[in-house]
């Protein structure tokens, strides 16, 4: 059983390791190819670059950083990116809450922020100076007299979903609406979102279509 293959393609090479392989094999055998490649009189004042391909293997920080220094021993060669098609724990359940929509039902008071990640449905009291910031889409059917924030930082394609007349300010990424001087109406269904020009504007619910069509999609429509 190799350890590991040296593939050649049109932009360089692939190091693909084996999965079921030690990893004291594979940088045994790692050496040996690389000892072969550079011995090769056609390749030897070239830069070889190299796709790492780890399927069905996660690498530690640690196993990558050996490999890094094992390649970098040869004067001409060098790692371009290291491939792998699976993922931690961590990184899974990240995954997972970015995804979900949160409940939230709280009460914001004045000078606290609560910041979350992924879509939220908010139902709960945000009084004036409360704070709330998502990095996704924000749906609120509570009481919004301080600030909403959806996309935070700086996502522009989210968007804010209920009455927001009565807050002080929506925001977007980094647009801004002051809603005293906006005025958007006293309805449920307002929907905030930054068009084309990137300047934060309010349309209606039943215009999702036009105004976010991937959200549209995703909703079922």
């Known amino acids: 059983m190799q350890s590991v293959v040296l593939r050649g393609n049109q932009d360089g090479y692939q190091l693909v390791l084996s ?9 045994l055998e790692l050496r040996g190819l690389l000892d072969n490649l550079a011995a090769d009189s056609q390749i030897k004042d070239k830069t070889i670059s190299f796709d790492v391909l780890s399927p069905q293997r996660l690498l530690t920080a640690e196993q990558h950083q050996k490999l890094t220094s094992i390649i970098n021993e040869y004067d001409h060669f060098e790692i371009h990116k290291v491939i792998t098609d699976v993922m931690t724990i961590e990184d899974a359940e990240a995954i997972k809450e970015r995804e979900n929509v949160h409940l939230v039902t709280q009460t914001i008071r004045n000078g606290q922020t609560l910041e979350m990640t992924g879509d939220v ?11 709330l910031l998502t990095t996704g889409n924000l749906f609120t059917m509570g009481t919004a007299l301080g600030i909403l924030q959806a996309g935070y930082p700086s996502a522009e394609d989210k968007v804010v979903v209920g009455d927001l007349h009565q807050a002080q300010q929506v925001r977007i990424g980094e647009q801004i609406s002051i809603v005293e001087v906006d005025q958007p109406d006293a309805d449920a269904q307002t929907i905030a979102y930054v068009n084309d020009l990137h300047v934060l504007e309010y349309g209606q619910l039943a215009d999702l279509k036009t105004i976010n069509p991937k959200m549209y999609h995703q909703m079922g429509g």
């Open 121 to 131: 449905l908010f139902l709960g009291i945000i009084n004036e100076g409360g704070r």
């Open 19 to 27: 999965q079921a392989a030690s990893f004291e094999a594979i940088k």
